[in-house]
């Protein structure tokens, strides 16, 4: 069957269906198109963007311009995947018109098909100007990384009962609100089957089990590119970062000794243009 670019219905129906939505992040060409040509149903630009790949010490300092520098340069290498854009701390708080200019900016300048919104208190609002002006959003609850101080840290929530029904609100006030899906980062399992059966739009896990409706998972922690830490929920498929170290010292062991480049990476010139030049 011919590919087609996958539509917000289309990812939707799938939860109706019972089949399992997948989603990675990318930040930029070559990654974004290995995971186009794999076949997953969702690229997110997280703003794990600062913590992977820009080395910042958490997603805090990232900023507009940085996330639609690399979103641009994902956007190159997808034509099938749903892409998705996370807007920024701060990009989506100040004021309605200022989170639909940064929305905007997202599916206008980047060519996102949707954004991602992590939960705060007054986001419900924000979603619904955002979801009114035309442009799709997935919501966020759980950890939200960038509230992650207001939560008291990078640790599971939602494992009382009174946090538990919080979350289970939160999520239906997205869902009210117009978003087409919802991640639920790291919260007990039962509870995110909970919300999962509760809500019409598809949940996507990461850290919440094996019931949401799809997974998600930061691609450097998948392959092994990101060495700070291995969040427990996370699964390394592979383990790329000794691979280059190893890869990189060859280079340069061949280098020194004067084995790189032998005469298969060379070129040549005639010996009757050497000798004009000679
Ligand atoms: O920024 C990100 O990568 C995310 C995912 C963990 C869902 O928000």
Avoid: W
């Avoid at 997603?59 to 920024?88: N, Q, S």
């Avoid at 007054?122 to 990384?145: D, Q, R, W």
């Avoid at 010292?249 to 060379?266: L, Q």
């Amino acid at each position: 069957m011919e590919r087609r670019k996958l539509t917000i219905p289309e990812i939707i129906q799938k939860k109706n269906e019972g089949r399992k939505i997948t989603m990675l992040t990318a930040y930029d060409y070559p990654i974004a198109s290995f995971i186009e040509q794999a076949g997953i149903d969702i690229i997110l630009v997280g703003d794990s963007l600062g913590m992977v790949v820009l080395g910042y010490e958490n997603t805090i300092p990232v900023t507009m311009e940085e996330m639609l520098h690399h979103t641009k340069a994902v956007k190159r290498a997808v034509k099938y995947a749903l892409l998705v854009g996370d807007m920024p701390y701060m990009s989506f708080h100040k004021s309605k018109e200022d989170a639909i200019y940064n929305a905007g900016r997202f599916i206008k300048e980047a060519g996102c098909d949707a954004v991602k919104l992590e939960f705060y208190p007054g986001v419900i609002e924000i979603t619904k100007a955002i979801v009114s002006a035309g442009i799709p959003v997935m919501g966020h609850i759980g950890l939200t990384p960038q509230t992650v101080m207001q939560l008291g840290g990078y640790k599971v929530q939602g494992k009382d009962a009174e946090r538990a029904k919080t979350l289970i609100e939160a999520a239906i006030s997205f869902e009210e609100a117009g978003c087409f899906s919802i991640v639920l980062e790291c919260v007990p399992d039962k509870l995110a089957k909970i919300i999962t059966e509760r809500l019409r739009i598809p949940t996507i896990g990461i850290g919440a089990g094996p019931d949401c409706d799809g997974q998600v998972l930061v691609t450097h922690d998948l392959l092994g590119l990101f060495e700070r830490f291995l969040p427990k929920f996370a699964k390394r498929y592979v383990n790329l970062a000794p691979q280059i170290v190893e890869a990189v010292k060859e280079f340069k062991e061949e280098v020194e000794s004067g084995v790189f480049p032998d005469r298969s990476h060379s070129f040549t010139i005639s010996e009757e243009e050497l000798r004009k030049i000679k």
